[in-house]
């Protein structure tokens, strides 16, 4: 992996290539040819030198990026599939419950229904499966549990996603915020609404939270609802190929690609410049992939995998841009559906952009603020 390299054949910036002696023999040393064939620099060291661009320190590296474009190429799939299968088109719709009818005979697919074993022991107790599977990773594999350093900032890395987690879908000092943007975007809880809002009768209390609604027998309508699915299976599965990837990419030596950062003073280099000496790994035997995971990587990648399958079936079944019945409403925009339609088309985007903003800021931010990146450390560095 180009961003980590043994001193010896680590990446060498444009500065470091100047300033190497000349070498005195005619061909030239490992680590001359070494720094030729990894330098990625705007500018070079030597003429003959292939000029590659860095990676943006701000942006995704191109193979993150790829990974990236999964999410939402499962979740178009998903809509387009949901649209274009006849069982799935023609499967009866129930608004209330923002899913097919759940009847065993009539739901389109076992995956249609929210008391699928896949669900419920999965996707509602999904952070438990990412936490688990990443403290598994980081303290059985031997890249990361030998080095106390690595491990207290992977740990922080998870305090910090963990962190949004809660506030997006648990708690955000009161309602979470998935909660609280549904009741700033005009939702209420309704049936209850009478009774909580009552005719000033006191005593019972606003309901501010969907599980509160639910739990009055209410129906929670109207605002705009972040898809807690999308946010957290996307925020999980992505954390996991962070944490998890880098690493093994570097132990298996595969990634021919670097992550930049911005040095304190401004200059822009290979992360693999910001491991510490004592924590890069010379002569360490080339692993295969599947070696290089280990128990805890194949655990990590199994919940990654799972992620996406309960994605896609999000995509396909649930509050899909083509809500049954409101199908042609939607397109005719019939009130009041159209409010609806509005709503179904955009809470799978904001459950995706909501989790990608967790992710830049764990991931991507401490490559460009080197004083973040002293807290929170890079993946596999
Ligand atoms: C050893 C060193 C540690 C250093 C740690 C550093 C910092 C830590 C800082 C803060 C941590 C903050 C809080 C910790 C809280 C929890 C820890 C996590 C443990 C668990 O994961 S237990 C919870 C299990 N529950 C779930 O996974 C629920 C998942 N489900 C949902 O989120 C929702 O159901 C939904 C979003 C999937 C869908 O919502 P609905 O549609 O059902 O409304
Ligand atoms: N892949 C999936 N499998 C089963 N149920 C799903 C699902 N994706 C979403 N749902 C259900 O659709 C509803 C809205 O999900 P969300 O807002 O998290 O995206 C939730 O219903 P309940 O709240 O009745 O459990 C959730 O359980």
């Known amino acids: 992996m180009a961003d980590d390299q043994p001193p010896s054949r680590r990446y060498k910036s444009p500065s470091d290539l100047s300033r190497s002696p000349p070498s005195s023999s005619s061909s030239p040393s490992p680590t001359t040819r070494h720094a030729r064939i990894t330098a990625t620099s705007t500018t070079h060291s030597s003429s003959s030198q292939p000029q590659r661009r860095r990676n943006p320190p701000y942006l995704p590296t191109p193979a993150e990026l790829a990974l990236l474009a999964i999410y939402p190429?499962?979740?178009?799939?998903?809509?387009?599939f949901s649209l274009l299968s006849p069982e799935t088109r023609n499967a009866p719709y129930d608004h209330a419950r923002q899913a097919h009818v759940q009847d065993y005979a009539l739901a389109p697919s076992y995956f249609a229904r929210k008391d699928n074993l896949f669900?419920?022991?999965f996707v509602k107790r999904g952070w438990a499966w990412v936490t688990a599977a990443f403290w598994v990773f980081?303290?059985?594999h031997p890249t990361v549990k030998h080095n106390g350093r690595r491990l207290a900032r992977a740990a922080v890395r998870w305090g910090v996603v963990t962190v949004w987690w809660v506030f997006v879908t648990q708690w955000f000092f009161g309602p979470a915020i998935i909660d609280r943007g549904f009741r700033w975007s005009g939702g209420k809880c309704e049936v209850v609404e009478e009774q909580v809002f009552g005719q000033g009768e006191g005593g019972v209390r606003e309901v501010v939270t969907a599980a509160a609604c639910r739990a009055s027998g209410g129906s929670w309508r109207g605002g705009h609802d972040i898809s807690g699915h999308v946010f957290l299976l996307v925020l999980g599965s992505f954390f996991l190929v962070q944490e998890v990837g880098w690493v093994v990419a570097r132990r298996a030596r595969r990634l021919r690609e670097e992550r930049c950062v911005v040095m304190p003073d401004g200059a822009v280099k290979g992360a693999g410049v910001v491991a510490d000496r004592g924590e890069r790994q010379e002569g360490e035997a080339v692993l295969t992939v599947m070696d290089a995971l280990g128990l805890g990587g194949r655990l990590a990648a199994a919940v990654v995998g799972l992620c996406g399958w309960m994605l896609l079936m999000t995509a396909i079944?649930?509050?899909?841009?083509?809500e049954k019945v409101s199908q042609t409403r939607c397109?005719?925009?019939?009130?009041?559906?159209?409010?609806?339609c509005a709503n179904v088309t955009t809470r799978q985007l904001t459950g995706l952009l909501v989790a990608l903003a967790?992710?830049?800021?764990t991931y991507i931010l401490p490559r460009w603020i080197p004083a973040m990146r002293e807290i929170v450390g890079l993946p596999g560095i």
């Open 358 to 361: 967790g992710l830049y800021v």
């Open 317 to 322: 079944y649930f509050h899909t841009w083509f």
């Open 138 to 140: 980081v303290l059985t």
């Open 73 to 80: 190429s499962l979740l178009t799939f998903g809509a387009l």
């Open 331 to 340: 397109l005719k925009k019939v009130s009041p559906v159209r409010e609806t």
């Open 119 to 121: 669900n419920v022991v």
